[in-house]
């Protein structure tokens, strides 16, 4: 079953949730999939900025060491609380001992905070790092945050998805999904953004990106 297949099932499955959970979350997806403009985020060809995040177990971890061993593989991703999000990270986890065998090293990128990530890490079974980009700092440096409308507040509060404790501000921010493979000076070689949160790239395609460098 590829990726996006087992995305759309999530969707059907939501699609039977309580309207006043479902329509808000839809339709405030939706919007920003229309509107969103990506003329302000990285561009293939582009260097990243350089970064220092912790991960999970709160260790610093450094692009540059990160470019020092090899090209990087980098996804952002909204939360733990997002089935779209742990579908997409569990996906990649399948294909990790392929990307390592080519020398790439795999990163995720959150807005939650360390002990956030350690959960979902240690809950998708991930052998990879996840690094907490607390206050989206990170993300705003790439032009990929949506920050999500308020009327969202009173909709993650009925289902019990509490931002404030799980990114430390209560900005309703969150990154848009993306996935970047960066060769080991840094420029962006490949790129899926997608504003529309239940889209992610297949894994197969991000191995085709790594056997083309």
């Known amino acids: 079953m590829s990726l996006q297949t087992e995305l759309e099932n999530v969707d059907k499955q939501f699609s039977h949730a309580p309207a006043e959970i479902r329509d808000p979350i839809i339709s405030t997806r939706l919007d920003f999939a229309k509107s969103f403009d990506p003329t302000n985020a990285i561009k293939v060809g582009q260097k ?9 177990l709160n260790k610093t971890v450094s692009s540059t060491d990160l470019l020092a061993a090899g090209p990087l593989l980098i996804t952002f991703y909204r939360g733990g609380w997002c089935p779209f999000c742990n579908i997409a990270l569990h996906a990649l986890q399948a294909k990790l001992p392929e990307i390592k065998a080519k020398g790439v090293t795999l990163v995720a990128i959150t807005p939650e905070l360390p002990d956030s990530s350690l959960t979902t890490a240690e809950k998708q079974g991930l052998t990879y790092p996840v690094l907490s980009d607390v206050g989206n700092k990170y993300a705003h440096q790439l032009g990929i945050v949506w920050a ?15 931002l404030k404790k799980r990114n430390g501000d209560d900005s309703l921010e969150v990154p848009i999904p993306a996935t970047l493979l960066v060769d080991r000076e840094g420029t962006v070689r490949n790129l899926f953004l997608e504003a529309n949160y239940s889209k992610r790239v297949e894994p197969d395609e991000v191995l085709g990106w790594i056997n083309a460098l």
Not at 48 to 56: E, Y
Not at 148 to 162: C, M, T, W, Y
């Open 48 to 56: 990243i900025p350089s970064f220092t995040l912790p991960d999970s």
């Open 148 to 162: 999500q409308p308020s009327e969202l507040r009173e909709v993650f509060a009925k289902i019990g998805n509490d």
